[in-house]
């Protein structure tokens, strides 16, 4: 079966090939959608899963989202399973929201880093985990953050690590994984700049050099800057660097992946909010959950609605 097989047609082709017809009125209805290019994509793996929430009794619906491929949610989909990383969640739940009906997520990792699944890790084999969706077990709420008019559910930054993200070829990605990162980042070694950047909340203004917004505790993997952050309290973490030298810099990241806490270091101001605006005077990109996202300026806000997750 072909992934990506989403005309009226062809998805009752594919709900009848899992022998989910019209006896199934009233089933929950999963719509699966993977991501082709995720760094760990396995079209076995796929499969499992499909037959997984056929065997307990779901009607499955497949679809396909990624890199230039948009999404259509299926108007009968009760339930989005995405099968791909951060990213990949990111865009389908801000299509699940522009549906405008209430339709609950749920993530079975297949990314490069999957910092999502670390919030809430569960049970992966597909069988367990299939029947924990259909069933509808342990409902859990996760405010995500507005990006203007896109969204993220991890984390935000703008700053070295943005631009090695803007630097990050994507066939390098496909084939070496995360370790394309680095290869990046060697890039911004080498072109270093240090953009002014003007964030304001609540009435305040800060100037800095690099800044970071939190929506759940990790950060590029097990690591966090704001290990306080929850991804069911609405609620904003900033950290921001007032200077961003190459040697401040490696300062905070020696601070993340020892587990120190980066807020007490010299030149960096920590707080939380509910909406941030950032400025700067060039259009530094800004990272969301791994991809670029947006440019600045940015509002950045927390979306009072949560989403709901299984």
């Not at 993977?34 to 796929?46: Q, S, W």
């Not at 069933?135 to 943005?162: E, I, K, T, V």
Request: charged content about 20%; proline content about 5%; some cysteine.
């Amino acid at each position: 079966m072909k992934w990506g097989d989403v005309a009226s047609g062809q998805r009752t082709s594919v709900l009848a090939r899992h022998g989910m017809g019209a006896g199934t009125a009233g089933a929950k209805v999963v719509q699966l959608v993977a991501n082709p290019a995720a760094g760990n994509h396995c079209a076995d793996r796929l499969e499992n899963l499909a037959r997984a929430f056929a065997r307990a009794g779901a009607c499955v619906i497949r679809s396909e989202c990624g890199p230039h491929r948009d999404l259509e949610i299926d108007r009968r989909a009760s339930h989005l399973c995405v099968v791909g990383g951060d990213g990949t969640l990111r865009h389908v739940a801000l299509a699940a929201l522009r549906t405008g009906r209430e339709i609950s997520l749920s993530l079975y990792p297949a990314g490069t880093v999957n910092l999502v699944h670390r919030e809430a890790r569960c049970e992966l084999e597909p069988d367990l985990y299939a029947r924990r969706i259909v069933r509808a077990n342990l409902p859990r709420r996760q405010y995500a953050a507005m990006l203007d008019d896109g969204l993220f559910l991890a984390c935000a930054s703008a700053g070295p690590d943005s631009a090695a993200v803007a630097a990050l070829s994507p066939g390098l990605k496909r084939w070496i994984g995360r370790y394309a990162y680095a290869v990046a980042f060697l890039k911004v070694l080498l072109a270093w700049q240090r953009p002014r950047i003007t964030l304001t909340h609540d009435g305040t203004s800060l100037e800095c050099e690099a800044f970071y917004v939190a929506k759940g505790r990790y950060f590029a993997g097990p690591w966090s800057f704001a290990p306080q952050a929850r991804v069911d309290e609405p609620m904003l973490h900033v950290v921001a660097l007032k200077t961003a030298t190459r040697r401040a810099y490696a300062r905070f990241l020696w601070a993340m992946l020892r587990g120190r806490r980066v807020a007490n270091l010299p030149g960096v101001r920590s707080f939380t909010c509910t909406a941030l605006r950032a400025e700067s005077g060039r259009p530094v990109p800004v990272q969301a959950d791994g991809d670029v996202a947006a440019h600045l300026p940015v509002d950045i806000r927390i979306r009072p609605e949560p989403l709901i997750f299984h």
